[in-house]
């Protein structure tokens, strides 16, 4: 019964670590990479992880107003 118990455990603590990871966007890379590899495997290669962060960052300060008025 505590194996069963401890597994669930582990199942529902990575469920939540997954989650967390993906709201403060620390497995960004990796899904970038993903989709990279996923769509675009053909032309040439991937962003680093620090011209990736970049332009991440690029993207989210520098692209305009984020408000309605």
């Not at 040439?44 to 990736?52: I, R």
Request: with cysteine; aromatic share 10%.
């Amino acid at each position: 019964m505590a194996a069963g118990l401890s597994i669930r455990l582990r199942a529902i603590f990575g469920g939540v670590v997954g989650i967390v990871r993906r709201l403060s966007d620390q497995d960004g890379y990796a899904i970038y990479l993903h989709h990279w590899e996923t769509h675009h495997a053909g032309e040439g290669k991937p962003l680093s992880a620090a011209a990736w962060f970049r332009a991440e960052q690029d993207r989210r300060w520098n692209g305009g107003p984020r408000r309605c008025c």
